[in-house]
Nanobody, 123 residues
Framework: VQLVESGGGLVQAGGSLRLSCAVSGRTLSRYAMGWFRQAPGEEREFVARISRSGIITDYTDSVKGRFTISRDNAKNTAYLQMNSLKPEDTAAYYC?????????????????WGQGTQVTVSS
């Protein structure tokens, strides 16, 4: 299974970005998906997760109401819509797939990872 993120970039505070995670090798519907982020000198942290069907979603408190995770199983792609971005959202963002089909909030809950895409929010 390969995951490839895209959509990162430089944006001003208050702006929006939409990250995509294209999955190949296996059908996306087999996996629950998650997004994590890692700022320089920090641990990789959970951002959002979505169930295989897309019905159940979950977010870390700092992004609730601003970020939306979604998926299109027909396109084998997961998304992270990020609105009202803040400088503290600056990080490398990673998508991850849980081979068990059940996602969690810990790195060890996921089996496959993308290479990351950088998001930089200027003040």
């Amino acid at each position: 299974v390969q995951l490839v993120e895209s959509g990162g970039g430089l944006v001003q505070a208050g702006g929006s970005l939409r990250l995509s995670c294209a999955v190949s090798g296996r059908t996306l519907s087999r996996y629950a998906m998650g997004w994590f982020r890692q700022a320089p000198g920090e641990e990789r942290e959970f951002v959002a997760r979505i169930s295989r069907s897309g019905i159940i979603t979950d977010y870390t408190d700092s992004v609730k109401g601003r970020f939306t995770i979604s998926r299109d199983n027909a396109k084998n792609t997961a998304y992270l819509q990020m609105n009202s971005l803040k400088p503290e959202d600056t990080a490398a963002y990673y998508c991850a797939a849980a081979g068990t089909g059940n996602s969690g909030t810990q790195r060890d809950d996921y089996d496959y990872w993308g290479q990351g895409t950088q998001v930089t929010v200027s003040s």
